[in-house]
Structures are given as structure tokens and as C-alpha cells.
């Protein structure tokens, strides 16, 4: 069974980068794509990007200036970089597996999410 | 890029009833349209993939239907464990696009 752990700090000052990390056990970064979703506090959800391990990817057209999201196959982990941030950016961050990639299916398993606050 | 309407924003009804949630996309995503349960600070939880199919452990009370731009999601009999809010997803082509969510309550 995929389990999916989201780390990273939980504040961020304005105009810095946010990097966060999603490591996923029980099966392997390799086998399948990867997403990032964001959901500001009381609002809906934001598909941010997926990766494949053999690095494609696609972004949110609104944050594909600002937004990289890498895999590191040594340590089966995903990560996210979103670079100058403001506090429009605080939310929720999950990642998730993503079947969408293909049709076979969606976004079904995520993380717990880890919430990142942008404040000085 | 796709846009999605889900409506209603919110609706309240009663254990037994049969609830509708809607999701239209600006244009058509043929069956690539997913949904999801959210229960307040929760992780959101896959129902159904590909507009129609049951995702494994999602309980058969829960349908969806549509294609091309109009899809639902039907909860055939209300329980209490239904209080949530539900997303449609569209992933036809990138970017993948939530809808706004359906807050489902009680009467």
C-alpha cells in the first residue's frame, strides 16, 4: 500500500522560496505520476503540476513561472519549489498520485497534507 | 484552459433523500472527470474516476454520470457520514481543474 508523507517548514517569509518534500513509501517514485495540490485556508483546491521520474511535466499555467517539481529516485521522494512567495500562498500542500496522466484513473492517494504560512 | 462549474454551492437534505451535484465543463473532457469527498480537516478521498467508476471502498451509494461536458454525482440515500464537501476534477488535458465544492448538510 502507496503512503505518501508531505514535509517541509511550516512558515515562509514573503518573497522566498518554498520547498517542500513528498516521500513515498510502499511503492516506487518510478512507477507512476506525481502531483502537487494546494488548498488555501476555507477555499477549494488547486492542481499546482505533475511529474514523471523521467522528468516530464506539466504546470498550472498561473504558477508556471514560479513553480518546480523534481523527483529524486535515490531517495523516492517528490518535491516542490515555489519561488517568491507572497501571503496569497499559504495553504494546505498535498501531493498525490496521479493515474489522470493517461486516463487510468485520478488523484487517488494523497498525503495528509502539510500547511505552509507565508508572514514575516 | 478548462473551466468548471459545480452547482449547487451548497444544499441541505435530509438521511434517505437522493442528492444531485453537478460539475459543467467549458468544454468537453469526454469521460475524464473524477470525484471527491472532503470532510472538514480531512484529506480529500477519491468516489469516482472516469465520470462513472466506483473507486475501490467507495460506498455504492454514490453514482456518477455525464460525459463530454455535463457530469453529476448522484448519493442515492443520504446518510450521516455523507456531511462533506464534494469536488468534481477534470483531467482531460493539463491543467487539471477542481471545481468550486458542494458543501452537503443536514436539514
Known amino acids: 500500500q502507496i503512503h505518501l508523507q508531505e514535509s517541509g517548514p511550516g512558515l515562509v517569509k514573503p518573497s522566498e522560496t518554498l520547498s517542500l518534500t513528498c516521500s513515498v513509501s510502499g511503492g516506487s517514485v518510478t512507477s507512476d505520476y506525481w502531483s502537487w495540490i494546494r488548498q488555501a485556508p476555507g477555499k477549494g483546491l488547486e492542481w499546482m503540476g505533475y511529474?514523471?521520474?523521467?522528468?516530464?511535466?506539466r504546470y498550472h499555467p498561473s504558477l508556471k513561472s514560479r513553480v518546480t517539481i523534481s523527483v529524486d529516485t535515490a531517495k523516492n521522494q517528490v518535491s516542490l519549489h515555489l519561488t517568491s512567495v507572497t501571503p496569497a500562498d499559504t495553504a494546505l500542500y498535498f501531493c498525490?498520485?496521479?493515474?489522470?496522466?493517461?486516463?487510468?484513473?485520478?488523484?487517488?492517494?494523497w498525503g495528509q497534507g502539510t500547511m505552509v504560512i507565508v508572514s514575516s | 484552459d478548462i473551466q468548471v462549474t459545480q452547482s449547487p454551492s451548497s444544499l441541505s437534505a435530509s438521511v434517505g433523500d437522493r442528492v444531485t451535484i453537478t460539475c459543467r465543463a467549458s468544454q468537453p473532457v469526454g469521460s475524464y472527470l473524477a470525484w471527491y469527498q472532503q470532510k472538514p480537516g480531512k484529506v480529500p478521498k477519491l468516489l469516482i474516476h472516469?465520470?462513472?467508476t466506483l473507486q475501490s471502498g467507495a460506498p455504492s451509494r454514490f453514482i456518477g454520470g455525464g460525459s463530454g461536458t455535463d457530469f453529476t454525482l448522484t448519493i442515492s440515500s443520504l446518510q450521516p457520514e455523507d456531511v462533506a464537501t464534494y469536488f468534481c476534477l477534470t483531467y482531460n488535458t493539463p491543467p487539471w481543474t477542481f471545481g468550486q465544492g458542494t458543501k452537503v448538510e443536514f436539514k
Open positions: 472516469s465520470a462513472y
Open positions: 511529474i514523471y521520474y523521467s522528468g516530464t511535466s
Open positions: 498525490a498520485r496521479d493515474l489522470g496522466v493517461g486516463g487510468a484513473g485520478s488523484l487517488d492517494i
